[in-house]
């Protein structure tokens, strides 16, 4: 589900940078993964509790 929803918002979003908050160490290599993928770069990936935060830049 990660995954599905950070390739949706980097196809059809608007917005340069985005943040995709994951709940394990799993989804946050495969979100990572399939937004190098497309051409994104990782700008910061954070510890939020019990999961990651991953700020992912377009282009």
Do not use: H, W
């Not at 990660?2 to 979003?13: F, N, Q, S, Y």
């Not at 700008?43 to 990651?52: F, L, N």
Request: proline content about 2%.
């Amino acid at each position: 589900q990660p995954v599905i929803l950070a390739l949706d918002a980097i196809k059809t979003g608007k917005d340069k940078e985005f943040i995709v908050l994951v709940d394990t160490d799993t989804s946050r290599e495969n979100v990572m993964r399939a937004a190098e993928s497309q051409g994104c770069r990782i700008k910061e990936v954070s510890s939020e509790g019990e999961g990651y935060s991953i700020l992912i830049t377009k282009g």
